[in-house]
């Protein structure tokens, strides 16, 4: 079993910058996969951006490329979300993801508004 906290979430202004964190409870070297999803109201939950432990390839959702960058640190056994030049379509709560070994593990959620 895999145990998600997120922080880093917040308000800040259009064109800002804020870094999610997701600290997991085991290595993150050790889960297949991580990712960071995000729901807005009234709204499905969307895919953000990915990243493979074997490889360390990532992948981003067409409306964040070149804006947001996923990362981890093995030895915080933490995964982040650098996230640039927000807008306000960005407004939701992101969502840390895990699968090991085909199970998928969820954490809280943590809320980034953008607005000015």
């Known amino acids: 079993q895999v145990q998600l906290v997120e922080s880093g979430g917040g308000l800040v202004q259009p064109g800002g910058s804020l870094r999610l964190s997701c600290a997991a409870s085991?290595?993150?070297?050790?889960?297949?996969?991580m990712g960071w999803f995000r729901q807005a109201a009234g709204k499905q939950r969307e895919s953000v951006a990915g990243?493979?432990?074997?490889?360390?390839?990532?992948n981003y959702a067409d409306s964040v490329k070149g804006r947001f960058t996923i990362s981890r640190d093995n030895a915080k056994n933490t995964v982040y979300l650098q996230m640039n030049y927000l807008k306000p379509e960005d407004t939701a709560v992101y969502y840390c993801?895990?699968?090991?070994?085909?199970?998928?593990?969820w954490g809280q959620g943590t809320q980034v508004t953008v607005s000015s």
């Open positions: 990243i493979t432990s074997a490889s360390g390839s990532t």
């Open positions: 085991k290595s993150v070297s050790s889960i297949n996969y």
């Open positions: 993801y895990a699968n090991q070994r085909g199970l998928g593990y």
